[in-house]
């Protein structure tokens, strides 16, 4: 199957800073990526669909200029949070998928990013 | 974002038995659906899918299906090995792919 990577795979950052995270198709060119958020025994979350070139479209009650998506490229996507605190710190999965959107087209899942906020 | 349940039940089975994993999804119009495996600190791996025009699907060691009826969806797993243990999500898509309750499998030697 295809391959999407997130980097970095952890990351430890203090209260106030920013943090990146990417994501990259490596073997395919992603026309839309998506990033979810996961809080420890809980489901995954959705927070932001992102096509190539547009601006990202949020979930409700994810705040936009907190999370801050980009997706400049076919095959990479970024996720910035901003003004960390410590209720952000959760892993984060990003996933891609290829085609048009239809209802069997398959999303790709990265490794994730374990976000530790102090 | 969307979430079918906050809370991970559990299921406990001896290692040989097979497994059998179930979830509620909440669009009836859902025309997709994907069990997905997720290993501790791991992003999901995608195991098995079904249509909405099927009502179950084979694949190695694992079996679907599904009531569109009760909007039910069960994921069998045969001979349940020390490997198969993990966090079972199921997911449905109705435009966007929506994550449901997971259970936490724990294999038993």
């Known amino acids: 199957g295809a391959v999407v990577s997130q980097h970095p795979s952890w990351v430890i950052c203090k209260s106030g800073t920013s943090v990146k995270i990417e994501c990259r198709s490596l073997d395919f060119q992603a026309t839309t990526m998506f990033w979810y958020r996961q809080f420890p025994k809980q489901s995954l979350m959705l927070m932001a669909t992102?096509?190539?070139?547009?601006?990202?479209?949020?979930e409700q009650g994810v705040e936009k200029d907190k999370f801050l998506i980009n997706h400049a490229s076919l095959t990479l996507s970024t996720l910035t949070v901003t003004s960390a605190h410590p209720e952000d710190s959760s892993f984060y999965i990003c996933?891609?998928?290829?085609?048009?959107?239809?209802?069997?087209?398959?999303?790709?899942f990265g490794p994730g990013t374990r976000l530790t906020v102090l | 974002g969307e979430s079918v349940g906050l809370h991970l039940p559990t299921l406990s089975v001896q290692e040989g038995d097979n497994s059998i994993i179930n979830c509620a999804y909440s669009?009836?119009?859902?025309?997709?659906f994907i069990w997905y495996k997720q290993e501790s600190g791991k992003g999901p791996q995608f195991i098995i899918d079904?249509?909405?025009?099927?009502d179950k699907r084979q694949g190695q060691r694992v079996t679907v299906l599904l009531n569109k009826t009760v909007k039910h969806l069960s994921l069998q797993i045969a001979a349940t090995q020390p490997g198969d243990s993990a966090v079972y999500f199921c997911a449905e898509k109705y435009g966007k792919l929506i994550f449901g309750q997971g259970t936490e499998l724990s294999v038993k030697p």
């Open positions: 996933s891609a998928r290829a085609g048009s959107g239809g209802p069997y087209n398959e999303q790709f």
């Open positions: 079904i249509r909405s025009n099927m």
């Open positions: 669009n009836s119009a859902s025309d997709y």
């Open positions: 992102s096509n190539e070139g547009s601006k990202a479209t949020y």
